[in-house]
């Protein structure tokens, strides 16, 4: 608690007072542009991660990134996705995946978890087809590449739950909202996207040419044979020094250029 202490000084006569003006715009209301669902786990800082300001991302977070389906269950999650939308007029959702994530461990373990923790427990069971989706088609998986293709397959399951949410049919029907699937790798500090065309994780910088309705990760590419992130071409490092939006960066044609530049270097570095 004494460093925790120690640091709100050091936020108030640092941070915020070089920041005041910020804070000052943000108390009149708030304006993100990113509804970004991750994990509770304390490894994961979305701000950090992304290099995103202050009252740039709405944020939801929960044991696993799971999102219940419309009606499921009571809890903030859909109400929290409702105002961000509704409310805030997101426009992009990002919905990441952890490495090395225990809510995942749990859902592989599921028997172990009944009497011990009963909540969690309850919890986990709307990944129930993350659950059923790995254990039939990845028996031949194991240990960290089976919790691997879980966590993937995680991500892949919770976008299509957030389908089930009227407001999120209504804006995707519109062509107004647009959703992501990131894996970060707590090892490594790299994120990957979904991609649609290829069925897989890839460097979120890769452009989908025809984003499909439908989320399937290839089972040929198991996320722990894959080659991280691939280096920009010449043209596109170019164009983000400069400033600009690189048209190849998927989603981020809806952002300003100095915020499409903090979250795509925040990915990588």
Partial sequence: MKKLLEGLEKFQTGYFSSHRELFEELSHGQHPRILFITCSDSRIDP??????????????????????????????????????????????????????????????????????????????????ATRRVVKDNYSHFEGLELLEVTVAENVLNQLDNLQT???????????????????????????????????DFLAPHSRLEATEPEYNLHPSCPLGLQSPFKVPSSASQTSIKNGKNDPHLPGYEHLSSEQSQRIYQGSRF
């Fill in 47 to 128: 701000n950090l991660i992304t290099q995103a300001q202050v009252g740039e991302l709405f944020v939801i977070r929960n044991a696993g990134n799971i999102i219940p389906p419309f009606g499921a269950a009571n809890g903030g999650e859909g109400a929290a996705i409702e105002y961000a939308i509704s409310a805030l007029d997101i426009e992009q959702v990002i919905v990441c995946g952890h490495s090395l994530c225990g809510a995942m461990k749990g859902l592989l373990k599921m028997d172990s978890l009944a009497e011990k923790m009963p909540l969690v427990y309850n919890w986990l069971k709307h990944a129930e």
């Fill in 165 to 199: 949410y009227p407001v999120i049919r209504s804006r995707l029907h519109q062509g107004n909202l647009t959703l992501h699937g990131w894996i970060y790798r707590l090892e490594t500090g790299e994120v990957l996207a979904y991609d649609g065309k290829f069925h």
